[in-house]
């Protein structure tokens, strides 16, 4: 009967040991839950901003664009371009002059202002914001990311080169070459130009043409005189065989000097006729076309001075080469 | 014999009131245990809740006018995080060292607090004796309620 009851109560303090382990284990679980979702939350917020660090990064926008009122003195219009990789929104636009930076809308207030990856978009600007050409414009977007350009550069581009690339005008020096004003015309065994004869187009002169004369155009846009002398020649030099180069010397229009003026400002004929460099004796004889058929180089060489404004002169040399080959047929 | 039997069959209470009995002193012995581990639990949570606050609160200033001889300012500052600010501070300092503390009395924040995306316009309406000067660079910070803040530097 003892042993009955000693087991009877062995049972009850089995059974309120397992209560307690029951709390115990209720408790701890509810703890552990409470813990992982808090740890589990805050992981997830920070995912969230690394994302939005990540999306951010990508950002980037461009503006492109500036347009104004047709009185040419208040903003209009601003193009920004989508240079990132991601979908932008923009949401402010600032304009920062000498004395003050101000915010001058909030676009997306009334209109859509997301812009695709590599699309642009017109944003239309508040009456009243006067053009000033100093001022910057600056827009942002809802990530933060910013841009900003001069008013100026927007509306009218950069400012252009003094020099621009002209091929009609390939010259680094102080004569321009007119391209189009260029010929040839046969000329007599003593080099006095055939009255039979037209001036040709230059670009192409047929085999075994025989003696002849080119005729080029320049013009000297120093601020200088220059006098040309006889060594100024046109060279042809055929592709295949640079080395049968053939000069024509050039032909003075002062026979006592032997030279050529070439005024400021001026455009000139220049004459080339001889084999060799003028002489006063006038035994020179004039050149020959005498190449096969083929497509030839030609440059010019000038050699001269400079009339400096003090009166006093220095020496000049150029070679033009020109941008075309002329072809021999 | 019987006797006998009385005795050891004797109890001082039923098994159902000892057990009732123990339950409420376990229960009681609980309640602290219980209390200490549930603030544990909470505190714990506040704390990875303010954190995940902190870390997801991220502000940009766009722009700054701050201009030399004008003793006043204006931040345009945006909210890029998750969770809605309000700007509490802005520092000001001088390429000399100089700082110059403005707290939430001393400038008007439009809206107070903002979400993410939007933009709000602090206007420090007098600088008191701090004067900007002109073509000197000085550093604007400022500082959310929670301490996470965003620095920009401006040519007055």
Known sequence: MKRLNAQKSLRCRRGVSTLTSLFLILLMFSILIGLFLAFFDYNFVIMEQMKIEDERSQERIVLSGLKLDPNQTCLSNVTL?????????????????????VLICDPSEYMDTHISPGRSLNISLPGGVPFEPEAKIIAATERGVKTKEYEALLAFGPPKPVWEYDPT???????????????????????????NEPWHPGWSIPKG???????????????????INRFSTFNVVPNDSPSNELPWYLEPTNQTSLTQLLPVNQTRNILYIWADPKEASGTNRPQKMTLPECTCMVFLTFFGVFHEHDGTTTTYAQTIPFEAAITVE | ?????????????SPIF?????????????????????????ETKSFWHISGEIATERIVIEEVNLRGGIPKCTIYVRNIGKTAITVDDVFISSPDGSLNIYGKADFTADPDSVVQ????????????????????????????????????????
Do not use: H
Request: with cysteine.
């Open chain 1, 81 to 101: 371009k989508n240079a990132g990789t991601i979908e932008v929104r923009v949401r402010a636009i600032y304009v920062a002059d000498g004395t003050t930076t």
């Open chain 1, 169 to 195: 005008k390939l010259y680094i020096g102080p004569l321009m070459l007119q391209f189009d004003a260029f010929w040839y015309r046969k000329t007599r065994e003593d080099g006095t130009l055939d009255p």
């Open chain 1, 209 to 227: 043409f025989g003696y002849c004369a080119w005729n080029i155009t320049v013009m000297n846009i120093d601020d200088r005189n220059i006098t």
């Open chain 2, 1 to 13: 014999m019987n006797t006998l039997e009385t005795n050891s069959n004797r109890r001082a209470l």
């Open chain 2, 18 to 42: 000892a057990t009732l009995i123990i339950l409420a002193i376990v229960t009681v012995l609980f309640i602290p245990v219980f209390i200490w581990s549930t603030g544990l639990t909470a």
């Open chain 2, 117 to 156: 995306g939007d933009l709000t316009t602090i206007t420090i309406s007098d600088l008191g004796s701090f004067v900007p000067l002109g073509n000197v660079t000085y550093t604007i910070k400022v500082f959310t309620s929670r301490g996470v803040g965003d620095t920009y530097q401006v040519v007055a």
